[in-house]
């Protein structure tokens, strides 16, 4: 399984752009890359899924360059509400693939969203 | 939006007793899974099941654990003999696969276990 790589933590304040980029160095060739945000005591709510260039949807971006080797994950304008851990998930999620779908998450980003 | 559902959102059992863990699915959906979270801790895989099987299950989820889909839309998850070490947080899945668009995993709210 393809492992990932975030930063820990990081601070944003409200109305900024954030850009949480995910390095996945040995991603394999049926891995999409997911992400998911988790609040405290509640599950992880799916956010995008990409595959390869860009994917928009109408919370955040994903950019996927061209190697697939990192992704970075936009989120515009937070708000306060956006403080909570991203996870940068790697992995063969495809009907029939190779794990059933099964993701491994790390720890994750923490971001924090100051006023 | 669909969504998973779980019950209960909190359960409190003595150490020894057995646990079942309720979760619906989203409709039509064919994949479903079970994650947990140690308080403070990353989430972990369980066991994924399709076609009314197991297709994979983790080193924690041991002989103490099982799964069903006893109907057309619960999926349990069983701890027959708790331990304290087994309290977390409980996570169901499910996806819908069989297409391309299908491939993202919607988990429910959770179960918090606590073992005591």
């Known amino acids: 399984l393809a492992k990932t790589t975030q930063p820990i933590s990081m601070d944003s304040y409200e109305g900024q752009e954030v850009n949480i980029t995910c390095s996945h160095n040995n991603i394999a060739t049926n891995d999409y890359i997911t992400w998911y945000q988790q609040f405290p005591s509640q599950g992880p709510r799916f956010i995008i899924q990409?595959?390869?260039t860009k994917v928009t949807n109408e919370v955040a971006s994903l950019f996927i360059p061209a190697d697939r080797k990192s992704s970075t994950l936009s989120l515009p304008r937070v708000s306060l509400s956006d403080t909570a851990v991203y996870y940068c998930?790697?992995?063969?999620?495809?009907?029939?693939?190779?794990?059933?779908?099964?993701?491994?998450f790390g720890q994750g980003t923490i971001l924090t969203v100051h006023p | 939006e669909p969504e998973v559902t779980q019950t209960p959102s909190h359960q409190v059992t003595q150490m020894g007793q057995e646990v079942i863990l309720r979760c619906v699915p989203i409709?039509?959906?064919?994949?479903f899974y079970w994650y947990r979270q140690i308080l403070g801790q990353k989430v972990e895989f369980l066991v994924s099941?399709?076609?009314?099987?197991?297709?994979?299950k983790s080193e924690i989820f041991d002989d103490q654990f099982s799964v069903e889909r006893p109907d057309g839309s619960n999926f349990t998850l069983k701890i027959r003999s708790t331990k304290l070490e087994d309290s977390a947080m409980y996570f169901c899945?499910?996806?819908?696969?069989?297409?391309?668009?299908?491939?993202?995993?919607?988990f429910g709210e959770g179960s918090w276990l606590t073992v005591v």
């Open positions: 409709s039509n959906h064919l994949y």
């Open positions: 990409g595959y390869k």
């Open positions: 899945a499910s996806k819908l696969g069989e297409v391309d668009w299908g491939n993202t995993i919607y």
């Open positions: 998930l790697v992995g063969d999620v495809r009907a029939g693939g190779t794990s059933y779908g099964k993701l491994t």
């Open positions: 099941f399709y076609n009314n099987e197991i297709s994979e």
